[in-house]
């Protein structure tokens, strides 16, 4: 995993003259651009708010494409979108800074989806005072009106020029495409590329204070099938008949439960199906069953999640879970399938942690609060998953905002300038820093 050397020896300066104690010429002139700025960064989150981008709304993540296409080319960016036809996606937006090539290269993660498709009653921007609601408003477009915003203000002082900058918006991080591999492609490429990864989902926030997070959970997928001998009920639990499908399943759900809880890890079984005959749909979330109470039950079928906070930790959990379910009933079978579109974790690396305590110099020379840490039990999986074993990350540069993924999400509006000034400050300071991370 990289580490910046310049950021890690911050942890260890005890000397106020280890790093600015107040804000340059050029970080003045950034955070006053961004207060000029305000109403045509809020313009720019309604327009992006009111265009629906559900993720399999192609034609409208294409739309949200071209909005950004037109906001970073005037800004130096070379801008290309890539089409994600094999996947069922409408694709992806990347746009790429050349600066002076001797500072951190910097990756900015956002996505350009929402989770409300054009069937949903939830499609307008409607501002309330220093709260806006709509669709997105901060899960992502207020976090990409962030990205546009800092940049903005990078260039009107000047510091953008020497900036090496890769982004990547991608269309479908609410609803990946199939396969991973290649939905994730270009994203893990810019990564391996990269030596600091931004990510501009949302600002968290406890007891009014902004959080700082440096890692984000994994998410996947299991599934476990059981059989037994079907005949009467009768014969339950003899040596001929067995114990049947359901009550191997029980049997493996119960042990998960007893066994498997650790620090940083959460599994939920979401869906569980069981009879004489037991079936999926296509996409497995329905299911369907037949069954008496006199016959013994022949099929079982349980679906469900697992997060883990580090790659480690996902292998050792899954071995478990794998040896679990090799301990059969008398006269049961199982078996247990890991999904293939896995999101992996975000681990708190050292980097990461360095990273943050660049974000609270530049905190304190706003004159804002330094953030904690948030614990990455409340913070769900992202895209920056797939490129934190290349590179580090902090997460959550975006917009403060309320009830994302559901009708009424809100974003904070003062936010957008909090965010935008720190975003500007931090990757304008990264770029002057000697390029010189190790490679894993």
């Known amino acids: 995993m990289k580490i910046l ?18 804000l340059t010429a050029p970080e003045k002139k950034m955070a006053q651009t961004v207060e000029q700025e305000r109403d045509r960064t809020i313009s720019l989150l309604e327009r ?6 559900g993720s399999l709304n192609l034609a409208g993540v294409e739309e949200v494409g071209r909005m950004m296409r037109a906001e970073l080319e005037p800004l130096g960016f070379a801008v290309k979108w890539v ?5 069922g996606r409408a694709g992806h937006l990347i746009a790429v800074h050349k600066g002076s090539g001797k500072g951190q290269r910097m990756l900015l993660i956002g996505h ?22 709509g669709p997105g408003a901060e899960d992502d477009k207020g976090g990409i009106t962030v990205m546009v915003a800092a940049l903005r203000a990078m260039q009107a002082a000047g510091t953008l020029k020497g900036a090496d900058i890769e982004i990547v918006l991608t269309g ?6 199939n396969p991973i591999a290649i939905a994730r492609r270009d994203l893990i490429e810019a990564g391996r590329r990269a030596d600091v990864a931004l990510d501009f989902e949302g600002l968290a926030s406890e007891n009014g204070a902004d959080m700082g997070s440096i890692a984000r959970r994994s998410a996947g997928s299991w599934e ?19 114990n049947g499908a359901i009550y191997e399943l029980a049997r493996i759900v119960a042990a998960f439960r007893q066994e498997l809880p650790e620090q940083n890890l959460t599994f939920n079984v979401g869906l569980i199906v069981g009879g004489a005959t037991a079936s999926l749909d296509e996409a497995g979330i329905r299911g369907t069953a037949t069954g008496k109470t006199n016959i013994i039950p022949e099929t079982a ?37 890991f999904g293939e579109d896995a999101y992996p974790p975000m681990a708190p690396t050292q980097g990461n942690k360095a990273l943050l305590e660049r974000l609270n110099l530049v905190n304190r020379d706003l004159g804002l609060q330094p953030m904690g840490t948030l614990d990455p039990l409340k913070r769900g999986a992202g895209d920056i998953g797939w490129v934190a074993e290349f590179t580090d990350g902090l997460v959550g540069l975006g917009a403060l905002g309320e009830g994302s993924h559901a009708p009424g999400e809100t974003v904070d509006l003062p936010s957008l300038d909090r965010q935008a000034k720190r ?18």
Do not use: C, W, Y
């Open 5 to 22: 050397p310049t950021l890690s020896a911050l942890l260890l300066a005890v000397s106020p003259v280890a790093a600015p104690a107040a």
């Open 48 to 53: 992006l708010v009111n265009v629906n981008s």
């Open 83 to 87: 089409p994600m036809k094999e996947t």
């Open 112 to 133: 350009l989806d929402t989770v409300f498709e054009p069937d949903s009653p939830f499609q307008h921007f409607t501002r309330k005072g220093d709260q806006a609601e």
């Open 172 to 177: 479908d991080e609410e609803d990946s495409g």
């Open 224 to 242: 476990v099938r059981t059989t037994g001998k079907t005949g009467h009920s009768s014969g339950i639990f003899t040596e001929r008949a067995g």
């Open 301 to 337: 079928i349980a679906r469900g999640d697992i997060r883990t906070l580090t790659k480690e930790q996902n292998e050792r959990v899954i071995a478990k879970m794998k040896a679990i379910v090799e301990k059969h009933l008398p006269g049961t079978g199982a078996e247990i399938v």
């Open 423 to 440: 975003a500007a400050i931090l990757m304008t300071r990264l770029s002057r820093e000697k390029r010189g991370a190790s490679k894993p």
